[in-house]
Nanobody, 127 residues
Framework: QVQLVESGGGLVQPGGSLTLSCAASGSTFSNLAVGWFRQAPGKEREFVGHISPSGDGPYYSKSVRGRSTVSRDNAKNTVNLQMSSLKPEDTAVYFC????????????????????WGQGTQVTVSS
């Protein structure tokens, strides 16, 4: 079983930056691909970014590409999502999620394909 815990959410002004962290335990972290998702009130859960078990080739949704970076530290069992130039429409609960894979090039963007989920952390972008 894998446990995921997000941290780093909060209130940030438009144009500001934020780093979210996801700490994993309970399994071999280097076998996990990790995705970030977000869900705003009344909306479906939306894919944000993905990182492979090795950390190569992060992939981003169009809505955050160019202003977000996903990185991982396999020695510390953590994955970070750095976001900059934040907009009010980035306001949502952000979740990290994971699945076990031996295919480092596989990228999954559908939340239904992820087996393990954190509890989420609120990000509010407002002046």
């Amino acid at each position: 079983q894998v446990q995921l815990v997000e941290s780093g959410g909060g209130l940030v002004q438009p144009g500001g930056s934020l780093t979210l962290s996801c700490a994993a335990s309970g399994s071999t972290f280097s076998n996990l691909a990790v995705g970030w998702f977000r869900q705003a009130p009344g909306k479906e859960r939306e894919f944000v970014g993905h990182i492979s078990p090795s950390g190569d080739g992060p992939y981003y949704s169009k809505s955050v590409r160019g202003r977000s970076t996903v990185s991982r530290d396999n020695a510390k069992n953590t994955v970070n999502l750095q976001m900059s130039s934040l907009k009010p429409e980035d306001t949502a609960v952000y979740f990290c999620a994971a699945y076990v894979t031996s295919h480092d090039k596989l990228i999954l963007v559908d939340p239904r394909d992820y087996r393990y989920w954190g509890q989420g952390t609120q990000v509010t972008v407002s002046s």
